[in-house]
């Protein structure tokens, strides 16, 4: 199943999509918005251009397993997004995505703007590798 990882932020909003086989998943790019209507239609747009059949969206949870207003924000996007896709939407933990993202890009030699440009989406495609692993592990 071709599933797609959304790391949704203020500013920017991280994409990821994997393969059908859910074997690679892949950066594909970022949404440079704040507006939520204009976020959660860029999402939909996207959704339909890389022709997926769930969303991920990353549920930024406190290290304690408890929900803030960040928190709320992803809920209310998923909800917005249900109400459009004919879709499963799902959210996913990402505690510490952005923080695994950032040492990737370390590792990688990616600093400065460039890093910048690219950090929501290798976030995104973190969030995405956590929920095939999960979803690989689970089925019967």
Same mark, same amino acid.
């Given at each position: 199943m071709k599933i797609m990882a959304v @790391?949704? +932020? !203020?500013?920017r909003t991280g994409l990821a999509v994997c393969d059908r086989t859910e074997f690679?998943?892949?950066?594909? +790019?970022i949404i440079e918005e704040k507006s939520f209507a204009k976020v959660a239609e860029k999402i939909v747009?996207?959704?339909r251009e890389?022709? &997926?059949q769930m969303i991920v969206i990353g549920l930024p949870k406190n290290m304690d397993g408890t929900?803030?207003?960040?928190a709320q924000k992803s809920h209310k996007l $998923? !909800?917005?997004l249900k109400t459009i896709l004919p879709i499963p939407i799902e959210l996913w933990d990402e505690r510490?995505?952005? &923080?695994?993202a950032a040492n990737i890009l370390s590792e990688n030699g990616?600093? +400065?703007?460039?890093?910048?440009?690219?950090? @929501? $989406?290798? $976030? $995104?495609?973190?969030?995405?590798?956590?929920?095939?692993?999960y979803r690989k592990n689970t089925k019967a």
């Open positions: @790391d949704y +932020g !203020d500013s690679l998943a892949s950066p594909v +790019g747009y996207a959704s890389y022709d &997926v929900e803030g207003a960040r $998923a !909800d917005t510490q995505t952005t &923080v695994t990616t600093f +400065g703007k460039k890093r910048k440009e690219v950090l @929501d $989406a290798v $976030a $995104a495609t973190v969030i995405l590798e956590s929920y095939m692993t």
